[in-house]
């Protein structure tokens, strides 16, 4: 069964920092993996997503990477901004499609 | 092209009526899923449709609860006789082909009281 894991749960840092945020998956056959932000009350938006096939997409200041094969994705968010605070959520489509799962997300907080 | 869009935004139920939730995908999108994010908890896969067909309910709970997407029209997720438990937001995606990526609704976030 594909078990999605984020780390930190909660992460607090000063405005201007360069971070990164953990997805690991137990099942490594995937069909893609996509990274989400999540503000308080509301949907979710799309940030990044990761073919099975590809090592990393960009997107601004934002850069994710996948290694399948230790099943584990990073979000690195360059020069933080307070309005970056949100929760960042990690999911995986499973090789038979469909559905995605998620990890329970990171809670991150800049500070300005 | 506006988006996912769900309605109610909020919905306030009694125990015991019944919730009607609705999902308009986006245009050109054939594929919808429906996912429950209840207080404290992660986003729970609940099911897979696509038009007039159920694909994948293995989230569903076994009573109570319903879900179409019929020729015309949107998405519809339905519980029956509400309890507190079932208070939560519930979120709508969709996506052209089922291995894409996904385009997230703004949510129905139900209380029951």
């Known amino acids: 069964k594909q078990e999605v894991t984020q780390i930190p749960a909660a992460l607090s840092v000063p405005e201007g920092e360069n971070l990164v945020l953990n997805c690991s998956f137990t099942d490594s056959a995937i069909y893609n993996l996509q990274w989400f932000r999540q503000d308080p009350g509301k949907g979710l938006t799309s940030l990044l997503l990761?073919?099975?096939?590809?090592r990393e997409q960009t997107s601004g200041r934002l850069n994710a990477s996948l290694d399948k094969s230790s099943g584990r994705s990073t979000l690195y968010i360059a020069a933080s901004q307070p309005g970056d605070s949100a929760t960042y959520l990690c999911?995986?489509?499973?090789?038979?499609?469909?559905?995605?799962?998620f990890g329970q997300g990171t809670e991150l907080s800049v500070k300005p | 092209n506006a988006g996912v869009m769900q309605n109610p935004r909020h919905l306030v139920r009694r125990r015991g009526q019944e919730a009607r939730l609705r999902c308009s995908p986006m245009k050109g999108h054939s594929h919808v899923y429906w996912y429950r994010q209840l207080p404290e908890e992660g986003l729970k896969f609940m099911v897979y449709?696509?038009?007039?067909?159920?694909?994948?309910e293995s989230g569903m709970p076994k009573e109570r609860f319903s879900a179409e997407f019929p020729k015309e029209g949107p998405s519809i997720l339905r519980i029956q006789q509400v309890v507190r438990g079932d208070s939560a937001a519930y979120f709508c995606a969709s996506s052209q082909e089922d291995r894409y990526g996904y385009t997230f609704g703004s949510g129905t976030r139900l209380t029951v009281v």
């Open positions: 449709l696509q038009k007039e067909n159920i694909i994948d």
């Open positions: 990761i073919q099975s096939s590809q």
């Open positions: 999911a995986v489509t499973p090789n038979q499609g469909g559905k995605l799962i």
